[in-house]
Structure formats: C-alpha cells, structure tokens
C-alpha cells in the first residue's frame, strides 16, 4: 500500500486527488485542507508520496516543503505555473497544472513510486547485514539486534529471543556495517541499538529485556548523549 497525504485548502481539488487515487489503486490517502494539520502528518506518518498545493489562504506550498522529510517525494498541484520552477528547487518529483486530468496524474505517480521503490530497496538492503560465522555466512536483520560486544577477535550479537551470533570481525567492521542512525558505540567494547534503550545515566545504559546494563565509556558519554537526543528527535519519541 502506497502511503500518501493531499494538502490543499479547496475541497474540490482533494476530492478530484481522492477519486484519482481511488483509480490508481493501493493508495492509502489522508486529505487536509489546513496546511499545519497537513505537514503534521506527514512529519509524523513519513507518507511515500504528498501531494501539495503551492497558493494557499495562509501558507506557501513550496516553503511547507522544506519542512518535509528529506525522504518524501512531493508531486505540486497548482493553477499557477509560475511556481514550476520553485517547485523543482525543492526537489518535487513533479509539477501538475490545475485543471488535473487522470493521464497526467498517473504520469506523475508513476515517476514518484520508481524514486519510492528505489529508496524502499535501498532501506530494505540497509536492514540486514551479512557475517561470517565460522565456515558459513549469516544474515541478520539489524532490527533483530539489541547490542554487540566485543570478545578478543570476535564480536557477540545479541538479539532478543534470538540465538546469539559470534562472528570474527573487528568492532570497528562491525560498527560500519551497522546504520549510524540507529546504532552507536558507547564502550570500546559495546555498541547499542537505540530502539533497544529502556533508561541510561552518564555511566550506564539499561536495554529491553536485559538486566544486565551496559557500560558507557568516558570518552563516548557526550557523544552517545548527542546522537541519542537526535534519534528521539528525528523519531518522535516522548
């Protein structure tokens, strides 16, 4: 299901979006005639597609989106051509011309989900990574993983429920095969998931379904610190 969200403040042109959208098929769409209702939506749902009017009663289309996600592949619908240009300059993937015929719509679709579907195999690849473990290779879904730890030659991942991988690797090969946004190391001998993080002092770090905390190196503390206020940020976490 192709997740998208229409911010227009004339009625009439979300229902024509609707309507194309309800012929396209597998859209999942959300309307909005207030542009901050519109853009809190898309900040918190991360939509794959928005379609955007540009002149609206009390916001500019093209500054709301500057606002957007950087993954969001934004489709302008507006009666005023002279915005083209603007438009692009925010990386639309298109711009459509009110009055809005169905080929064009569905032109415009078509070139937004090739960009969806090349960032979604991008992230699906991102989501696993590959370790040898002994004379064989081992696939793992970093969202299986809660922490990693180093043991001489070898590291240990553990995973929740899951058994645990012993894989000879370095950590700091294991650090770059793992996504910076959702893991960081906080020990010479640790990294840790961010999703995986229940509570933490300066000195410490409790994860989910561990009782056993996990140490925080002094020369780690103002980084982890950092980089974990920016994943709850980046997240909407409370």
Request: hydrophobic content about 40%.
């Amino acid at each position: 299901m192709i997740k998208c969200v229409a911010i227009d403040d004339e009625p009439i042109a979300l229902s024509i979006i609707q309507e194309y959208c309800r012929r396209f098929g597998n859209i999942d769409l959300q309307c909005f005639t207030s542009p901050i209702e519109g853009i809190a939506c898309v900040k918190d749902t991360r939509p794959d597609i928005v379609f955007l009017d540009i002149e609206m009663n009390s916001h500019n289309g093209v500054e709301l989106a500057k606002e957007m996600p950087a993954e969001t592949c934004i489709i302008f619908i507006t009666a005023y051509s002279q915005y083209a240009l603007d438009g692009f300059n925010v990386d639309a993937v298109d711009f459509l011309h009110k009055p809005v015929f169905y080929p064009r719509f569905e032109h415009a679709m078509q070139k937004a989900l090739v960009l969806v579907n090349a960032r979604n195999k991008a992230a699906k690849r991102h989501n696993t990574i590959t370790l040898k473990v002994e004379y064989k290779t081992v696939v793992v879904d970093v969202d299986d993983i809660s922490y990693v730890e180093a043991m001489d030659n070898y590291v240990k991942v553990f995973r929740p429920g899951l058994p645990t991988v012993i894989s000879q690797i370095t950590m700091k090969e294991m650090e770059a095969q793992l996504p910076d946004d959702r893991f960081v190391r906080v020990h010479r001998s640790f990294i840790v998931s961010f999703n995986a993080i229940e509570k933490f002092s300066n000195r410490q770090i409790f994860l989910k379904k561990y009782e056993k905390p996990i140490p925080v190196g002094r020369t780690y503390t103002e980084a982890f610190n950092n980089l974990y206020i920016t994943y709850i940020q980046n997240n909407n976490i409370k």
